[in-house]
């Protein structure tokens, strides 16, 4: 049976942090018996090479620390230097540790739950966290009594994350809400954000030179990263909980008058700057008036009926009649 | 898999740190402290003394157990170098970090916990140093009302009976109801999940769609019930609930996205044909009016005609 690759790893781990000087490949090659064991001793050079780069790869990922530098010979070689990969000293209190233990847990997205138990691993093997317990998937734990979750089931969402990491440009295709086709977008990606539960990508629209926001369900396509990071700069603030609000029609521009009939319609009273009765089984209402309302408006049926302004009701008439006509 | 081999690399570097300074820790303890099985544990020990930093030169890890304690008998020699705590990756500083931070900004959330995970938040930015900075590339908002989940965080730790008024949109009403609350979690927005008297079922309830909320003094007895699995989404429609069609235009794709459906079949025009079940059909009225021009309902046909009946009742009160 090949050696497995967790063991493979950890060798070469264990290689670059316990070495005294550079090794160089040819070093690593004969002390790791998994390299010994699949490739002999000079043969099948650059499969070794290509499994040796990806194993480098992998512990990077992990936070090593691998500088790569030439030997007195000339030679390439590989070192993990002991301060560079050296957690600062760190310690938490119970109360910080647990908080945080359970903080965690809210990934429900593998990449970031496997690195987030790694993390917690590493801080409780350096004495970072006494007397706290990584806590288990599914175990009983109290953050208040709240379990949040951050879902992340968009296929989308790990390339982008590591592109927006490593600043790397994407290309993917898009279809807008509204849009019979998808068309293709090349996008410099900054930031990725949660809101409602839904992820956003926000970024440079290279094609159409303009900032863009972008839901991550709606990317029709396997998202593709180009080599070699972008240089253009990342803004520290990106509004994308503004630009969604405003597609969900939150960000008000005007006021509306209605008419709502008695008891009906909780939500709009909720949202309402005043109520006021009229004595004839309906209320009046003011509300905020933005993009979307016309559509929200009609969702309640003969329950309301809009008073002005003028624009406001003609827009819900035309709904209602394709509705009515439907 | 590829991506278990990584996991365990990860945390067999961690295991050497930490049993370099505990000789004879125990097996179950270590399985705790770093959230896996006993077995898991050992599979990690039978790996690890085939490693080292040279075979050839027969520097290998002599990290043995008998089931109970576990011992690293050469921890001295090989232990200074291979066994330092090892710095966070960005992705762990970014899991991390994301994760206190999201959860910090709860409205609502216990003001001790808050400050143990602000101060968490920053020895933690400390630690990480430059690696902290990937994290600023990913935020999370949960919604929430502070003083509804103040009362509902505070009825679970007491276990209190609370007593709700609560928006249905399905019906467009708000009902009364007392509910003896479950537990409180945040996908997006905050639910609770509470065992309700009024229905006598489990239900879930959205935060935001609470008008009204008083902690009862009666003590909760909610049945013993497996909590929900929440990993495959909030929606499981039932098998055997009602089915209904919609058929919407390019501007009604959305659709597909806020319904949990069985299949979205495309249309010539860009559309789609959206199959969905519902036990609630009549609460599907309000989408039929939202979509206007961008959609219909095809089946049941009861339904269609409630939609298209609304839509005259509301245009007459236009004069049409």
Redesign the interface.
Known sequence: MA?????R???L???L???RRPLTKRELR????AYVEAFGQGEHEESFNRMFERDKD??R?????IDTVENLDGEVAYVAR?D??????????A??????G???????Q?????????????L?????MPGV????QRTEGR?????????A?EAAFEPL?LA??DRRLVVFEY?K?????SERRQVEP?????????WYLAGWDRDRKAERVF?L??ITSAVRSRAGAFTAPVPDQVT??ETVERWAGESATATARIKLRS?????LR?RALSVCERGDGWDELEIPYGHGLD??L????????VLGPDEL?ADV?????????? | M??????????????V??LK?RPGARVEEVA?????SADELISDLN??P????????G?L?EIDTDGERIWWRNAET?GS??A?????????????L???R???T?P???E??RD??Q??TA??E??A?E?AG?S????????SEGGV?AD??RA??ERRRLWLRY?S?AR???TEREVDPI????????YVEAWCHLSEARRTFRLDRV?EIKLLDERADPPAIEPRD??A?LVQPAAGDPEVVVEVG??G??VA?YYPHDSAEELS???LRITLRTPEPASL??L???????G?ITAPVEL?ES??D?????????G?
Not at chain 1, 61 to 65: A, M, N
Not at chain 1, 124 to 128: L, N, Q, R, S, W
Not at chain 2, 288 to 294: C, K, Q
Request: a positive charge; proline letters at 4%.
């Open positions: 050696i497995a690759k967790a063991e790893l950890m060798n781990a264990l290689c942090l316990g070495a004969q002390s790791i018996e992998d512990l990922e992990l936070g090593l620390v002991r560079s990969n050296r957690l600062p000293p760190i310690t938490l209190d109360a910080e540790a647990t908080a945080l359970l903080a965690a847990r809210v990934w429900q593998a990449r970031l739950a496997s690195a987030a138990s790694g993390a917690l691993q590493k409780h093997a350096a004495g970072g317990t990584v806590p288990e953050l208040s009594t709240l379990e949040p979750h951050i879902p089931r994350m927006c990491r279809r809400s509204n849009a019979a086709r900054w930031t990725l954000e949660c809101w409602r539960g839904h839901r369900s709606r994308v909980r008891g009906a319609g909780y939500p909720a559509a929200w009609v969702e309640f049926g003969p329950d309301v009926v009701r008439v035309d709904r209602l009649r394709a509705v009515a006509q439907g | 590829a991506a278990n081999a990584i996991d365990q690399t990860r945390r067999m570097l961690s295991l740190t930490y300074d705790r402290a770093f959230g896996i790996v690890l085939m490693c080292g930093t040279s075979f050839r030169g520097d890890l090989l170098d291979t330092q705590p090892l710095r966070l990756a960005a992705d762990e500083a970014t899991a991390l994301v994760a206190a999201a959860v910090a709860l609502g959330l216990r001790s916990d143990a995970l101060r968490a020895k933690l400390t630690a140093g690696n990937a600023a590339r990913l935020s999370v908002t949960f919604e989940f509902v965080d679970i730790a928006y949109p467009d009403e708000l537990r409180l979690f945040a996908v997006g927005h905050t008008a929440l990993s989404g390019p501007g794709r959305w996205e025009d860009g559309g009225r309000r039929a009016l939202r979509l206007g021009r961008d219909r269609a939609a298209r609304a839509a005259r009742k509301a245009l007459a009160a236009y049409e």
